[in-house]
């Protein structure tokens, strides 16, 4: 049997499938918080308030990783969502290879890819 037809090539081609749309809503709610602190927007205004307490939780890890974010005439360039976006993408990353790794391969295919490997 090869590995195209193993039982578990659909439940992981899903799986990963649900992790980079994780991955691709939670970046896409760190851009907007990016973004609007980039440019000063009103944190009390409907949409950035919800975008920051969105967000609050994902950023939280890194608010004190960095001393300061540069901040010039209420515009904040904010380094923990940059920091945040790249080790969320990494994690996301990670799981993706742990969920190809578990896939069935069978044993040409492995003799190949090790051959493959050793160059």
Do not use: H
């Amino acid at each position: 049997m090869d590995s195209y037809n193993s039982p578990t090539t659909k439940p992981l081609y899903r799986g990963t499938q649900i992790v980079w749309y994780v991955l691709g809503v939670l970046e896409a709610l760190l851009v907007f918080r990016f973004v609007l602190k980039l440019f000063g927007a009103n944190p009390v205004a409907g949409f950035s308030s919800f975008i920051y307490g969105a967000t609050k939780l994902f950023v939280a890890p890194f608010l004190n990783v960095f001393r300061i974010s540069k901040v010039v005439e209420g515009s904040i360039f904010e380094w923990t969502t940059i920091l945040a976006m790249v080790v969320y993408g990494l994690i996301a990353w990670g799981i993706i290879k742990l969920l190809v790794i578990s896939k069935s391969v069978s044993t040409p295919e492995a003799a190949a890819k090790l051959d493959i490997q050793d160059k």
